[in-house]
């Protein structure tokens, strides 16, 4: 490998409101195999003492630049707001609760360098819960994009890429980074996006330990202690952009794939408000505010069903 490798790389750490953490993580980047990448810090206005924390941390080691969002404005803001600041041509881009092996960097570098057709470099992952992190497994360390977008991306709700990857600058820029209206997944429509226009690079071992620590104080959209139709929705649409720039509607067979797409989203609505008349965990804030799962997408059958539920809810508090 290149011996200037490191020169080509600059890690984007996003951080906010992980006190407890986030010097661990921080070191974890700091302690990489190689030598030479940038290190930038962007820290999403943390009260918690998370950014006087980095900016401490900051006075001992001069890799690290800090920077903090003029307001807090969320991960996809975040992360464009401190891409923006970097010209270099691999952006490996971080979170602030993870902990990362010290040939991470070196791995994912190495497979943007072996193949340039390329766009950004996952892995498998280490975490308490491997059932719940690991996912799918890959034999090929380049996949093909499309290939993946239909078989992973497109396929399931779930994604196979968690927030963290290598990406080529030249890319996140030709796609326009992270589009923001998706807000905290606006990953999951970066790694689709990216997929359509380029190859996918895979690490097979797990260089990434997920600790996925929230501290209470932490936004419950994110902990996910509560339902949220409003996370449902936003993965409908971000599904739902991409399948349409992907397949479009101009050919029977691209219609017939929009309208299965329709089915699988009125039947995941449906399943979820099934779920909430069956078990009592729950129940009352999946159907309270089921009128917030309503989108462009849905059958009449799924309309049907919501609105017998919502007569049979307004009837019972009655």
């Known amino acids: 490998m290149d011996v200037h490798i490191g020169e080509k790389i600059c890690v984007v750490l996003l951080t906010y409101n992980h006190v407890e953490v986030i010097e661990s993580t921080l070191q974890s980047v700091l302690d990489q195999t190689i030598t030479g990448y940038k290190v930038i810090v962007s820290d999403d206005w943390s009260t918690d003492g998370t950014w006087e924390r980095i900016v401490e941390y900051a006075t001992k080691d001069a890799r690290v630049n800090p920077i903090r969002t003029p307001h807090n404005m969320g991960m996809a803001r975040n992360a464009n707001f401190a891409v923006a600041r970097s010209n270099r041509p691999y952006i490996a881009l971080l979170h602030h609760d993870d902990l990362y092996r010290k040939d991470l960097l070196e791995r994912w570098a190495g497979i943007l360098e072996r193949y340039v057709d390329v766009g950004f470099v996952f892995n498998r992952y280490d975490s308490p819960c491997p059932r719940k992190h690991d996912g799918p497994r890959f034999s090929e360390e380049r996949m093909d994009g499309h290939w993946f977008l239909e078989k992973y991306l497109f396929a399931r709700w779930g994604c196979p890429v968690r927030g963290t990857a290598m990406i080529r600058k030249s890319l996140w820029d030709r796609v326009g980074g992270m589009r923001e209206e998706f807000n905290l997944i606006a990953d999951v429509d970066l790694w689709m996006r990216l997929s359509i226009v380029s190859q996918v690079g895979y690490v097979q071992e797990p260089v990434i ?42 050919t029977l067979k691209a219609r017939l794939q929009w309208l299965g797409f329709r089915i699988k989203v009125s039947y995941e609505t449906m399943k979820w408000l099934t779920y909430a008349v069956i078990k009592k965990k729950r129940r009352h804030e999946i159907l309270a505010y089921s009128e917030e799962s309503v989108t462009q997408y849905d059958l009449w059958p799924l309309r049907f069903f919501r609105r017998m539920l919502q007569l049979f809810v307004h009837t019972s508090c009655d």
């Open 209 to 250: 330990y997920v600790r996925e620590l929230r501290p209470e104080y932490y936004p419950d959209t994110y902990t996910m202690k509560q339902f949220h139709w409003c996370r449902l929705v936003l993965l409908y649409s971000i599904h739902a952009s991409n399948r349409l720039k992907y397949h479009g509607v101009s």
